[in-house]
């Protein structure tokens, strides 16, 4: 007797115990696979400007500009980014290239609300014409692609075929607040513009941008500016030798943004003299005036207005994708 009910019992228990199983098979939730993390992103985007003016100088006389860049990423982690990237401007340089090239790489590390971004960077200007026809102390001709002055206008300014130069960086910014930024940077010129001497710019920065209550979705509102400095050196014997001005450049704006399209309005200005600005720029549309003549540095008195005041409108378009953003 003692033996059925052993074995009733625990036939009984089998027989629950199987149904609780089939049960738990079935309700027990099925566990989605973790997304696979994709570290690779590409930043990209293009622009109209009104001018090209770059650390106080125009860059394309004053004449709209357009430009594109391409920049891919590779985040090691959430707080450290490698980059490389690409880009390029339609300029209006006194050699005449075809185009300005830019060409960079860095990493850009983070710390909380600190962010910086240490990298090299290389101005490529394609398809140059020199312009001189004078020669060295010693009277050596600076070369046979090198075209007479009167190929210029009759300011006789002198230009090199090639202006290509190498530049290094470190910048930082901090987000004092989520509507507060600032920030600067410092930047090392590997015989700048090919003038024969190494430059160092440094610059600092801030931006403001409206809270996201005051503006419709999806767009925003900012002001920013920068204030920075050159320090430049003494050309090479084929500018004559001439001691080049350090000088200061500062441009403050406000912009608006919609999705990926911003809209700014910017003034800029720096403290060059026309003359200053002439031995510079070696600009093709210089002209004499009596008031520009700077002993050693601009003796023949052309001014040139490639450095003063100027107020710029852009639209850009600044997109992303990547990093599991489809």
């Not at 570290?39 to 500009?65: C, L, M, T």
Request: net charge negative; aromatic share 16%.
């Amino acid at each position: 007797m003692k033996k059925t009910l052993l074995a009733t019992l625990l036939a009984t228990v089998s027989s629950v115990g199987t149904v609780f199983a089939a049960d738990m098979a079935v309700k027990a939730p099925v566990m989605a696979p973790a997304p696979v993390y994709n570290p690779w992103n590409i930043a990209f985007g293009a622009g109209v400007y009104s001018d090209y003016v770059f650390r106080g100088i125009s860059q394309s006389n004053h004449k709209p500009s357009v430009n594109a860049y391409f920049e891919p990423h590779y985040n090691i982690n959430e707080n450290l980014q490698l980059y490389a990237g690409v880009g390029g401007w339609s300029i209006a340089f006194s050699n005449r290239p075809s185009a300005e090239i830019d060409m960079y790489a860095g990493i850009r590390p983070t710390f909380g609300k600190l962010s910086l971004d240490f990298g090299a960077w290389y101005y490529y200007y394609p398809g140059g014409t020199c312009y001189n026809g004078n020669t060295d102390a010693a009277g050596n001709s600076f070369g046979a692609d090198c075209l007479a002055n009167l190929s210029l206008p009759v300011n006789g300014n002198v230009i090199k075929k090639d202006v290509s130069f190498a530049e290094y960086y470190a910048k930082a910014s901090l987000a004092v607040t989520d509507n507060f930024t600032i920030g600067g940077g410092g930047y090392y010129d590997a015989d700048w513009l090919n003038f024969g001497f190494d430059a160092i710019y440094a610059a600092v920065n801030a931006k403001i941008t409206a809270p996201s209550s005051w503006m419709p979705t999806g767009t925003g509102a900012y002001i920013s500016g920068e204030y920075g400095r050159y320090w430049l050196g003494t050309t090479d014997a084929f500018y004559g030798n001439i001691p080049l001005p350090d000088y200061s450049t500062w441009n403050v704006g406000a912009g608006l943004t919609w999705t990926v399209f911003t809209v700014d309005v910017r003034y800029y200005d720096s403290d060059l003299s026309k003359g200053e600005c002439n031995a510079i720029t070696s600009d093709f549309t210089a002209t004499f005036n009596p008031a520009n003549i700077i002993p050693v540095v601009n003796p023949a008195g052309f001014g040139s207005k490639w450095c003063g005041q100027a107020y710029v409108v852009s639209l850009k378009a600044d997109l992303t994708y990547g990093s599991n953003v489809k």
